[in-house]
């Protein structure tokens, strides 16, 4: 079966340190991978989105950063976090010919 | 992409049917229509799609009309897990692009005892 996992669940960094978010795929290949920022009590902001591996396309300028260096990893960063950056940040999949879209357990990300 | 509005926030009671309204006036002729349910601190989770008239699953209905410039989530029976955000989302169905939907603000809703 698919699944899709995300690490860490929370983390709470310092403005200015670095960030890292991982995402992996199981069960699936060369699925489209996504990710997505939620605000407190706002709707989802597509962040990124990959078809392939090396292919990223950004929605939004920011501080932040992905990478796509395995077909079922997708990886999130930054050099140096902005209070604004604090947020649900979910990563999502979609395999080729279907729909639906599969969504991750999150980080929460509190910059402090 | 076509923009979507929902209402903000609705409540209802237990064991009442729920219709949620999405309104999507620039709806292109490739577009289909999806909704997704997200609970507190987890990803969305999809719902339903469709393109025309009446599609029913195991949880919902969704409901488009003739000229698909809105549709509407129906789900029968609420419970208090129903409560949850509501997104109504559209776009092309298989895109080459993997271009995704854009998620609006949703619609809260609330099912009380």
């Known amino acids: 079966s698919q699944t899709i996992h995300q690490w860490p669940a929370t983390l709470v960094q310092p403005v200015g340190s670095p960030l890292s978010l991982e995402c992996t795929v199981e069960g699936t290949s060369n699925p489209n991978l996504y990710w997505y920022r939620q605000a407190a009590g706002r709707g989802l902001q597509l962040l990124f989105y990959s078809v392939g591996i090396g292919q990223i396309s950004s929605e939004v300028p920011q501080n932040l950063s992905a990478s796509r260096p395995q077909d079922r990893q997708f990886i999130l960063s930054s050099k140096k976090l902005l209070l604004s950056d604090s947020g649900f940040y979910l990563c999502?999949?979609?395999?080729?010919?279907?729909?639906?879209?599969?969504f991750g357990p999150g980080t929460r990300l509190t910059v402090l | 992409l076509a923009k979507t509005t929902q209402p903000i926030s609705m409540d209802s009671y237990e064991g009442q049917e729920v219709n949620i309204t999405c309104s999507h006036n620039?709806?292109?002729?490739?577009?289909?229509i999806t909704w997704y349910q997200q609970f507190p601190s987890q990803g969305p989770r999809f719902i339903i799609q469709?393109?025309?008239t009446k599609v029913t699953n195991e949880v919902a209905s969704l409901f488009i009309p003739a000229d698909r410039k809105s549709s509407t989530l129906s789900l029968p029976r609420v419970s208090l897990s129903d409560t949850a955000v509501y997104y109504c989302?559209?776009?092309?169905?298989?895109?080459?692009?993997?271009?995704?939907?854009?998620f609006g603000s949703g619609t809260q809703l609330t099912v009380l005892p």
């Open positions: 469709g393109y025309k």
């Open positions: 999502a999949y979609r395999d080729r010919g279907h729909d639906e879209q599969f």
């Open positions: 620039n709806i292109a002729t490739n577009d289909y």
């Open positions: 989302l559209v776009g092309e169905r298989r895109s080459g692009s993997a271009r995704q939907l854009t």
